[in-house]
């Protein structure tokens, strides 16, 4: 028996591309004024997924988006449990005061990820508005965590993991359960 798990597509390229137009229009339907938007992306597919929704938002409205990374590591409570990885570097553009602050990750589980993030988030200071996309929602949340736009929903078991895959970091685009 090989050691490669079975793989299930659950978005296609053509369906991620569908999923990420949508998910762009909810967002201008959502955000009275896009120049006070900030696209922050969480490593590390949230980062690269924070570029394709820049591209797509600029693409429909000619509305140039601003965006950053924030990595929170070290703001995690469960560091022991996940374990660590290479630090990105945080990068806020702007002071994020008076802004509609949108993180970005490509799979939310637990909800610790983005507690995390938030809590990094506000050491920067006090936005207008955080709000929260992912791709995948996959359940099991420990934390009253919910995501303002939400790709797809798609309920796993806890020992399944679920992969955002987009050209231009994995040479294929789409999103699979493995």
């Known amino acids: 028996m090989s050691n490669k798990t079975k793989r299930i597509v659950i978005l296609t390229e053509v369906e ?8 762009t229009f ?12 900030l696209l922050v992306g969480i490593p590390t597919r949230g980062i690269d997924l924070a570029k394709v ?3 797509e938002l600029f693409s429909k409205t ?10 929170p590591t070290f703001y995690r409570d469960d560091q022991s449990r996940v374990g660590t990885r290479l630090i990105k570097a945080t990068d806020i553009p702007i002071p994020i005061e008076e802004q509609e602050i949108l993180l970005i990750d490509d799979v939310i589980y637990t909800g610790r990820t983005i507690r995390a993030a938030m809590d990094a988030l506000y050491s920067w200071g006090r936005p ?11 359940g099991h949340r ?37």
Do not use: A, H, W, Y
Request: hydrophobic letters at 40%; charged letters at 35%.
């Open 142 to 178: 420990e934390l009253p965590i919910q995501p303002d736009f939400c790709g797809k929903k798609v309920p796993t078991s806890k020992s399944e993991s679920i992969n955002l895959r987009l050209n231009n970091v994995d040479n294929e685009e789409g999103v699979f359960l493995e």
């Open 16 to 23: 991620l591309k569908k999923t990420l137009s949508r998910l």
């Open 26 to 37: 909810e967002i201008i339907e959502s955000v009275r004024n896009l120049e006070k938007l």
């Open 128 to 138: 207008q508005r955080v709000m929260l996309l992912v791709m995948v929602d996959r």
């Open 53 to 55: 929704i820049e591209k």
């Open 62 to 71: 000619g509305v140039k988006i601003k965006r950053g990374i924030i990595d």
